[in-house]
């Protein structure tokens, strides 16, 4: 059975950071592309990153750009989402997907976490 444990979530005030962790079990993902959304409440869900096996090919989503980072551990088969400055309209649930596509379309993604929530206070 495949899960995504993520983790790293919380409450954070407006200008802090933190770093999300989404390690996948029950198979490999190592040529997949893993990326994290978001939804906040009451709004639709949000493409926020992703990733491919390499640091090469790496895309993020207009709103995060400059302060968001994704990164992989394929050695630890987790995906970290490092988020700088944040503002309180990051406050969204955030899950973790796997695809084999290279989309920003949650539809295109087969494989998804449970979600683990952030919220930025003022």
């Known amino acids: 059975q495949v899960r995504f444990v993520e983790s790293g979530g919380g409450l954070v005030q407006a200008g802090g950071s933190l770093r999300l962790s989404c390690a996948p079990s029950?198979?490999?993902?190592?040529?997949?592309?893993m990326a994290w959304f978001r939804q906040p409440p009451g709004k639709e869900r949000e493409f926020v990153a992703a990733?491919?096996?390499?640091?090469?090919?790496?895309y993020y989503g207009d709103s995060v750009k400059g302060r968001f980072s994704i990164s992989r551990d394929n050695a630890k088969n987790t995906v970290y989402l490092q988020m700088t400055s944040l503002k309180p309209e990051d406050t969204a649930t955030y899950y973790c997907?796997?695809?084999?596509?290279?989309?920003?379309?949650?539809?295109?993604?087969?494989?998804w976490g449970q979600g683990t929530q952030v919220t930025v206070s003022q």
């Open positions: 990733i491919r096996r390499s640091a090469g090919d790496i």
């Open positions: 997907a796997a695809s084999v596509f290279r989309s920003r379309e949650g539809n295109d993604y087969s494989y």
């Open positions: 029950g198979r490999t993902f190592s040529n997949y592309y």
